[in-house]
């Protein structure tokens, strides 16, 4: 059946260090992957996107990889600052499912100063 | 300034009587959807729209309703609450589709009681 799940519930690096958040999925139909980050008190807040056709987006200090051998996402951010504190979901779309989201349930990140 | 605002922000209730979750955006944008977030299940989706009078149902349409009837608004409607309906909902809207570049509105904590 659809899902999307998350390897880790909880992150905790040092600031200045690379992070790696991953994702797994298991409808290998899903066309675009996303990227949201979600701080305390807040809506989620787009982050990054990749196609299915794609192995890799960058964005600034964010890369996004997508391995569909294993259906594994990942989301890593370079120099990790406290302002990436947050939780971070991985979220799947299907082009002809219009406009449906299925969310993983979240990784918190934290940082330490 | 680009935004997606619910209204209200907190709520507390009591079962039974009908109330509506407000959400507008100001960015021209097709796609609408309505989320709950609730601990351990992440973010689901209620019911989206792809355009004026279009809406569908997400995974977990039970017990709301939606109208699309101009493109800025995508009102949240239960028409008669219960407990389980106790969470924290998320309004987002699109230009392309609801799996790119989705802003989420601040989000509408309601307790029913």
């Known amino acids: 059946g659809e899902s999307v799940g998350l390897h880790l519930p909880t992150l905790s690096v040092q600031e200045g260090d690379n992070s790696i958040i991953n994702c797994a999925y298991s409808?290998?139909?899903?066309?675009?992957f996303i990227w949201y980050k979600q701080e305390s008190g807040k809506g989620p807040q787009f982050i990054i996107d990749i196609r299915s056709n794609m192995d890799k987006r960058q964005g600034q200090r964010v890369t996004v990889l997508l391995n569909k051998t294993v259906k594994h996402l990942s989301l890593q951010i370079a120099a990790t600052q406290p302002g990436d504190s947050a939780v971070y979901f991985c979220?799947?779309?299907?082009?002809?499912?219009?406009?449906?989201?299925?969310f993983g349930q979240g990784t918190e990140l934290s940082v330490k100063p | 300034e680009a935004q997606v605002t619910q209204n209200p922000r907190y709520l507390i209730t009591v079962t039974g009587k009908k109330l509506t979750v407000t959400c507008s955006q100001n960015m021209n944008h097709e796609y609408m959807s309505w989320y709950r977030q609730d601990p351990g299940l992440g973010l689901r989706q209620i019911y989206y729209s792809m355009n004026v009078e279009v809406t569908d149902k997400g995974d977990v349409p039970e017990g709301y309703k939606v109208s699309r009837k101009e493109k800025r608004n995508f009102p949240l409607i239960l028409e008669s609450p219960s407990p389980n309906q106790t969470s924290l909902y998320f309004c987002a809207s699109s230009l392309r589709g609801l799996g790119t570049e989705a802003f989420f509105g601040q989000g509408t904590r309601l307790t029913v009681v």
């Open positions: 409808n290998s139909a899903s066309d675009y």
């Open positions: 979220a799947e779309n299907m082009d002809n499912q219009g406009g449906k989201l299925i």
